[in-house]
């Protein structure tokens, strides 16, 4: 999230940069909207796209953090001999600066970001810096043609997460945790025994200790994701049958063998599960080819999967006509 790292990095040193690309034409690394934030002392969040051109474009960052000026600027990149890169087409790059004084105006933008995805209308001043007000409601681009600084602009923040429920605070739970630390997913990761989860838990994620797991599954909201590892087989039975009940979820996993899934199976036909709604269940999770059973291993595959799955989830709804309930 890039304004809870401009924050965190403004508060514990002081000083950030933030790259955006703001225009592309032709052929470039990385669309419109990409953001790479700076923070003193060679810290680095995101990626407008690799090369001889995020390696410029951070050495411009760096330069602008060590300079008293707080002005933000404007230049366009082209993609051609020059830098080395075959794409040929062009990347015009805004690089801001903030420090604590800038704290106001970055603290709103940071929760907006936690709270989802958001527009804000940005504008130059006179001054050289960029204001941001944020859009309530959504708002179209207030400009057309090609870009103008000069002009209001539209930017888009945050990004849309897949809800997904992480039932298991085991050795595998922990990895799979830190392997969505930095992808866009919501995690409520749940455990009955509150001393097995670490002191510390990425950002997107929300520990819940509970003696009734169930109750997540039925609070949960329709599209999000259950995958389920607990250190008790009835327990895992228990929650992915009832998993398997709300048609309305999506991803449902199951960690264990092709022995454990018929066993799971014998035991939710007689649960009164139908034959269609076991197909909906995962397991064994993970992406078949990877046969590690290291838990970082375990985790890179079902990672792999869950990232997948989201896609296959976001074309579904892409492909839905207009009022189709969701």
């Known amino acids: 999230m890039v304004w809870w790292r401009i924050r965190e990095a403004v508060e514990g040193h002081g000083r950030a940069a933030l790259v ?13 909207g990409a953001r790479m934030v700076v923070e003193p002392e060679a810290g680095l969040f995101g990626s407008i796209g690799g090369g001889r051109l995020e390696y410029e474009a951070l050495a ?34 805004l690089i801001e600066t903030f420090d604590i004084s800038d704290l106001d105006s970055i603290r709103p933008l940071a929760a907006a ?21 944020i859009a309530v409601g959504g708002a179209g681009s207030p400009r057309s043609g090609r870009f103008s600084i000069r002009q209001p602009f539209v930017e888009q923040f945050g ?15 922990r990895a799979v945790v830190l392997a969505l ?31 009734q797991p169930e109750q997540e599954i039925e609070a949960a909201p329709a599209g ?14 228990s ?6 009940r709300r048609a309305d979820l999506g991803f449902v996993g199951l960690i264990g063998s092709a022995t454990k899934r018929a066993r799971f199976t014998s035991q939710a036909l007689k649960m ?16 078949p080819g990877i046969k590690g059973k290291e838990p970082s291993i375990i985790a890179a595959g079902v990672v792999a999967q869950l990232l997948i799955e989201r896609e296959r989830a976001s074309e579904k709804i892409a492909a839905a006509p207009t009022g189709t309930a969701r």
């Not at 527009?119 to 941001?132: N, W």
């Not at 930095?182 to 819940?208: E, K, M, T």
């Not at 929650?239 to 398997?244: C, E, K, T, Y």
């Not at 909906?280 to 992406?287: D, H, K």
């Open 239 to 244: 929650i992915a049958a009832a998993a398997l």
């Open 20 to 32: 955006s690309v703001i225009e592309v034409e032709g052929s470039a690394p990385r669309e419109a």
């Open 113 to 133: 970001e936690q709270a989802g995805p958001f527009v804000t209308i940005s504008r130059m001043t006179e001054q050289h810096r960029i204001v941001r007000e």
């Open 224 to 237: 999000g994701f259950v995958l389920v590892m607990t250190h008790s087989h009835p327990l895992d039975y």
């Open 159 to 173: 990004e849309a997460r897949t809800m997904l429920l992480l039932f298991g605070a085991g050795h595998v739970g």
């Open 60 to 93: 411009a960052a760096e330069a602008a953090l060590g300079s008293e000026s707080s002005a933000a600027t404007v230049r366009v990149w082209p993609l051609g001999p020059n830098l080395g890169q075959c794409c040929g087409g062009a990347v015009t790059l």
């Open 181 to 211: 630390s930095q992808l866009p997913f919501s995690v409520r990761w749940i455990d009955s025994r509150a001393d097995h989860f670490p002191n510390y838990a990425p950002g997107n994620v929300i520990s819940v200790r509970t003696d």
């Open 272 to 287: 009164g599960l139908s034959e269609r709604q076991l197909a909906r269940l995962s397991c064994p999770i993970g992406l």
